[in-house]
């Protein structure tokens, strides 16, 4: 049992509105008043489903919960001084739409319904709830559906944006001690439960344990360019600020480069409208994708929506959670002006240890895409490592084995990536498999993500020797790997488990996957899981435990590629065996899983040469890089960073998802992989 000694666990409640229900999607508030006669302290434990904020006199705490799943529920811990007189503790809790795929709820958020948990003291009074606390629902502010947003050409499974009546919306409510008639008492729901209690049926779904990541980071950021016919609009230290006058018109804004940020917009009176829409890019006269303004964002990015409704009333807005762009319009629809219009931003992102430096001063476009490169990752993580800002928000597998190098490559700090491989720990089905993504509420299987989920306890024992962290997650990776290997056909090979068989979104493979969707087994699969049990095996050897299982299973499994999918006229092992299909990505892999029994270096030399082969994206290019650190030379690896320098030529300010004119997301974590071949190839710089 978790030993809370601030929180009177007999009377630790969860609660809710008594009128909400339980998926209601909107803003719920919460608010307690304490009056001290002295000075004095308070400490507490927090949570909420879905999400929220959390205030002290109106100066946020933190937010939270952090993103996990129920069985592994967070709540934050916050203890601090109180001086003498009135203080109000209040919390602000979102709700999104939870339903289908199409529904508005962010997919990486599990949830079971509207509640609010509070325990501890302020001072000498008692935090639990209901006690002191009134509740109340959110006037003016609603979620607003994804048809009102964007043109929804594509799936957000990103948190949906907001509608805000600034006329009915109390930006102040959590500084007032006062309660009007819409204050209600809390409804119990049941008690809490910590995680790892025993108890014979909890009464609430959630199970408690403290949150293990600090909050995140917020600076203030800057607008750095401005593009309207409107005289009125101004940047003063990179905020937007004008008297806004009545009418209908657009302000484009550029902040310069593509970010992750929470917004606050304020002003004083109006009416009408204003749609603030975020984009990666713009669209110019010609309906062309350009990163240069003029141009124009329209209905092709997604948007929040004001409403002025009071022409005397002093508002404020600030974003509830962060909205990922480097373009911002403002749509003004006015039939009264708004005074003293404030729009600004602040970047958001983990807070990572000192970003480390990288200097090559004889080829200083590797230092940009270094910068440009960290850059992005720090875009694509916030409370878990995210495949991009942007549309989905999700922490891949995949992804995460880049990043998480990267990080540790870039700052030293490897408690993101730790935090990591225990959530796809948590992700673990009946089957063995994890999940490709966690947390999220659709279940989705990449086999070959669990793999790389076990070579990233491989990585960071390398880095960070935690035996402790390798005897936690072993016996579950162990358990994967029984799957593949019930898989195993009587000619050595395996054949790969049900799910999506993506390695790549390479071009002519259907839906990333090498077998085309056509066979049911393939070479990179095989070769992957070969170098995964070799791998586990020197885990096994380091912590004492006997190796020999997983090294006959990778001996086995590289013996039959090598019989089966090796074509000793090319000498390039095929995609599949039988089949007339050849990348770099199998080619590379036989590098590194060890199955090459020639020259190393040579091989490599020839592969890379090879433009018959099916060539990788930028994700899978992390392995060719790989490859070229372990066999290669210099001048090999710096042949490959043109990728990345065309991207930068093109203005790119994040690296994006595909080197390809279409793609989608311009901001994805997978591409950031320089990051971490530049400060581990030292030779990179000389």
């Known amino acids: 049992m978790q030993i809370l000694s601030f929180v009177d666990f007999e009377n630790a409640y969860w609660a809710w509105h008594p009128e909400r229900k339980e998926h209601e999607a909107g803003l719920t508030l919460f608010k307690r008043v304490i009056r001290c006669t002295q000075e004095t302290n308070f400490h ?61 709820a ?93 108890q014979f049926d909890p009464e609430t779904p959630w199970h408690l344990e403290k949150r293990p990541l600090p909050q995140m980071l917020e600076t203030p950021s800057s607008f750095a360019g401005l593009s309207t016919n409107k005289t009125e609009f101004t940047l003063e230290s990179g905020k937007l600020k004008a008297n806004c006058p009545a009418g209908k018109y657009n302000v484009l804004l550029d902040a310069g480069q593509n970010q992750t940020v929470m917004v606050k917009i304020s002003g004083h ?12 890019i713009l669209w110019d006269e010609n309906s062309n994708r350009t990163l240069q303004m003029p141009g124009m964002i329209g209905q092709d990015g997604y948007s929040d929506k004001l409403i002025f409704s009071d022409t005397e009333k002093k508002w404020e807005y600030r974003s509830f959670w962060y909205r990922t762009g480097r373009f911002f319009e403002l ?11 404030i729009l600004e931003i602040n970047f958001i992102t983990y807070p990572f240890k000192k970003w480390l430096s990288f200097s090559a001063p004889n080829d200083p476009v590797l230092e940009k895409i270094y910068q440009v490169g960290c850059h992005t990752l720090k875009c694509c993580s916030h409370e878990h490592f995210e495949d991009c800002p942007y549309y989905e928000q999700l922490q891949y597998a995949g992804d995460s084995r880049v990043e998480a190098l990267c990080s540790y490559a870039a700052t030293g700090d490897d408690s993101l990536g730790r935090h990591s491989l225990r959530m796809f720990g948590y992700s673990q089905l009946s089957n063995g498999m994890t999940q490709s993504r966690f947390p999220s509420v659709f279940t989705q299987i990449i086999p070959v993500y669990s793999l790389i989920w076990a070579l990233m306890l491989y990585d960071h024992y390398s880095i960070f020797h935690d035996e402790s962290l390798v005897r936690e997650l072993m016996p579950k990776i162990l358990f994967m790997l029984n799957n593949f290997e019930n898989h195993r056909r009587s000619d050595g090979l395996i054949n790969t488990p049900e799910g999506w068989h993506f390695v790549d979104l390479a071009l002519g493979w259907h839906g990333g996957c090498p ?15 070969a170098e995964t049990c070799r791998r586990m095996a020197e885990l096994q050897k380091n912590i004492r435990e006997d190796d020999s299982l997983l090294f006959g299973r990778y001996l086995k499994t590289a013996d039959a590629v090598n019989k089966y999918c090796f074509d000793p006229e090319r000498r390039r092992y095929c995609d599949a065996p039988g089949m007339e299909w050849f990348s770099l990505h199998s080619n590379i892999m036989a590098l590194i899983a060890g199955a090459v029994s020639t020259s190393k270096e040579d091989f490599l030399e020839e592969i890379l040469q090879d433009k018959m082969l099916v060539q990788p994206s930028l994700y899978f290019e992390f392995y060719v890089l790989y490859a070229i650190r372990q066999y290669g030379t210099r001048e090999q690896m710096r042949k490959r960073f043109t990728l990345w320098e065309k991207m930068l030529e093109a203005g790119h300010t994040t690296f994006p998802e595909t080197p390809y004119p279409d793609c989608r997301s311009l901001c994805h974590a997978w591409s950031c992989a320089p990051v971490y071949f530049l400060q581990n190839s030292k030779w990179l710089n000389s």
């Open 44 to 104: 507490l434990a927090v949570s909420a489903d879905n999400r929220f904020n959390f205030y002290l006199d109106g100066n946020l705490l933190g937010r939270g919960p952090l993103k996990s799943c129920l069985e592994h529920y967070y709540y934050d811990e916050y203890e601090g001084h109180l001086t003498e007189g009135v203080h109000v503790f209040a919390a602000e809790i979102m709700v999104w739409n939870n339903a289908w795929r199409h529904s508005n």
């Open 106 to 198: 962010p997919w990486s958020e599990m949830h079971a319904g509207g509640g609010f948990f509070v325990a501890g003291h302020a001072g000498d009074e008692r935090m639990e709830l209901p006690g002191g606390w009134r509740t109340a629902v959110a006037g003016g502010i609603d979620v607003l559906p994804w048809n009102e947003s964007w043109n929804c050409k594509s799936l957000i499974p990103a948190p949906p944006m907001t509608k805000v009546d600034c006329g009915l919306w109390d930006y102040e409510w959590m500084t007032s001690g006062y309660f009007g008639p819409e204050w209600r008492s809390p409804l119990k729901l049941g008690h809490a439960v910590f995680h790892n209690t025993c």
């Open 331 to 341: 749509s003004f629809d006015l039939s009264e002006p708004i005074k003293d219009f």
């Open 515 to 529: 077998d085309r969707k056509i066979t049911k087994t393939d070479t990179l699969h095989n070769l992957f899981y």
């Open 269 to 280: 009176g109006g009416k009408g409208q204003c749609r603030i829409a975020y984009s990666e």
